[in-house]
């Protein structure tokens, strides 16, 4: 019986020896404490080395985690993370105590101290301090945009983080779901804000704009719950999930005591959030300090455009270079603004170089038209996702090929064109409520039967533009390399990437 006891006593001791701490059980009042009170506890699992790969997609570039009404978390590939240079020191945890509570004090957010955040905080600046100074330098051209319309909507201004948490500030981008721009509005979301989206414009990539329908969700989302760290968990997950997890939980309304309610995401989101609000607030104090932006907001300005316009139309004749007028306009997904009637399309350029503009504006005009009628193929029809549009049936076209270019249903098109059955004659008119845009192919490789005759190599490097291209070679154009070289936008334009120059 002794030996018997003294046996499962050793398995015992070895079972308990194994499994990390980190990955006990333990209770809320000795973990998220609430700023106001402490309520009843609930089990939660504190986060391990795994955990923290997982809770967002921060400063991981053109890779982002799902954003409102998505539950798909990203998971960081062990490549994917990066070590700061010099050694990693953890800030003692009396330190980050006081440094939490002084955010607090000035701040309507609840940034108690708990381990699950001093973990988190920890996470990130051992393993992503490579990425802050340039997230620092964008922050500089973002952040005085976002604290005026925050300020005008009466919402707290540290919120300016959460564009981080939701797209590392980059316009551009996108979630797998289809979450878009700084504010990852998905379609419905951002169509109940205003935000419309065409086959050239994507307004959720319009900073203001998306700013200013962040600005009106984050309100709303406000009055439902009367508590900011609500607000920010249902601008993640919805407020349905939050009311849910209010109900859950017993009916507390405090962000810590409901977590263990909410879908795994968003539990991690808010501690992300409050992580990336304190690195900021204290960069200096981990020797964090931001690149030199491009351009400063305050240094910019806006210009109606008179007629359909490209990036490089504007480059060749005012000397901007493309890739500026690109970060400036990044809700023109073609690199081309349209003119169309009652929409008042505009050019964000640098304030210094509009009477430039200005000054070549008639120019720029006659160079489109131009090229216009140049142009092999006439540019994508303008519509808008969800207005209807006029389709007319080319040979080799049939319902579901219709039906998959435009994002609909083969029994929407049936539906709305009175068709009792598949079949199609060329030249048909359909009406169609597009649910996606279709976005022209890049033209086959004729660039030998465009141009024929010698030619030089060109290899792209890193920082090239269309513009400064065209600049090493007397009497070639932009359009002429676009045209040679099959690049349908700027954006196609890549590092070692071989261009053709022929000799006029």
């Known amino acids: 019986m002794k030996k018997t006891f003294l046996l499962l006593l050793f398995l015992a001791a070895t079972i308990f020896a194994q499994q990390p701490i980190d990955s006990l059980k333990v209770q809320v009042d000795s973990i998220f404490v609430a700023k106001d009170s402490i309520e009843k506890p609930q089990t939660v699992e504190l986060y391990s080395d795994a955990d923290l790969k997982k809770i967002d997609s921060l400063l991981i570039e053109e890779q982002f985690s799902s954003s409102l009404f998505d539950s798909i978390r990203y998971v960081i590939n062990d490549k994917d993370i990066q070590f700061g240079k010099g050694v990693y020191t953890k800030i003692p945890t009396e330190i980050l105590k006081k440094r939490l509570a002084s955010i607090d004090e000035r701040t309507p957010f609840h940034l108690a101290y708990n381990p699950a955040l001093e973990k988190v905080i920890n996470g990130y600046l051992k393993y992503r301090t490579k990425y802050y100074p340039k997230l620092m330098g964008r922050a500089k051209y973002y952040f005085p945009m ?12 540290e919120m300016k983080y959460l564009a981080i948490v939701e797209s590392a500030l980059r316009p551009d981008a996108r979630s797998r779901v289809g979450a878009t721009g700084l504010w990852q509005f998905m379609y419905g979301t951002g169509r109940q804000f205003d935000l419309k989206v065409s086959s050239y414009v994507d307004e959720r990539q319009d900073p203001v704009k998306a700013t200013v329908a962040a600005c009106k969700y984050l309100s709303q989302l406000y009055k439902i719950f009367g ?6 968990a249902a601008y993640n997950s919805g407020p349905g999930n939050v009311s849910k997890a209010i109900k859950r939980s017993g009916g507390y309304r405090n962000y810590w005591n409901i977590r263990p309610f909410l879908p795994r995401e968003t539990a ?3 501690p992300a959030f409050y992580a990336t609000m304190y690195i900021f ?30 990036f490089d139309q504007i480059s060749e004749k005012t000397g901007i270079d493309t890739e500026l007028i690109s970060f400036l306009n990044p809700a023109y997904k073609l690199d081309i603004i349209p003119f169309v009637e009652n929409r008042k399309y505009s050019v964000r350029l640098p304030r210094v170089k509009m009477v430039d503009f200005l000054d070549k504006e008639q120019e720029i005009y006659t160079l489109a038209a131009e090229d216009e009628a140049k142009r092999e193929k006439p540019l994508p029809k303008y519509f808008e996702m969800d207005k209807r ?6 040979s080799g076209d049939y319902l579901g090929k219709i039906a998959s270019k435009f994002g609909v249903r083969v029994s929407d098109i049936k539906r709305w064109n009175g068709l009792r059955n598949h079949r199609l004659k060329i030249g048909q008119r359909l009406s169609i409520y597009p649910k996606k845009i279709a976005i022209p192919k890049a033209r086959k490789k004729n660039s030998e039967k465009l141009k024929s005759g010698k030619y030089e190599v060109y290899v792209v490097k890193e920082g090239d533009s269309l513009w400064e291209i065209a600049k090493k070679f007397p009497s070639v154009s932009i359009e002429q390399i676009k045209k040679w070289n099959n690049i349908w936008s700027v954006k196609s334009l890549k590092p070692q990437m071989k261009l053709k120059i022929f000799k006029n």
């Open 389 to 394: 549009i006029r389709y007319r049936v080319k």
């Open 268 to 270: 991690g989101y808010v």
């Open 146 to 157: 976002f604290e005026q319309y925050l300020d005008q909507f009466n919402i707290p201004l």
């Open 227 to 232: 508590d900011w760290d609500l607000a920010l």
């Open 281 to 310: 607030e204290y960069a200096e104090e981990h020797d964090l300090y931001p690149t030199t932006p491009k351009i400063f907001n305050f240094e910019t300005d806006t210009v109606r455009v008179k007629r359909t316009v490209s």
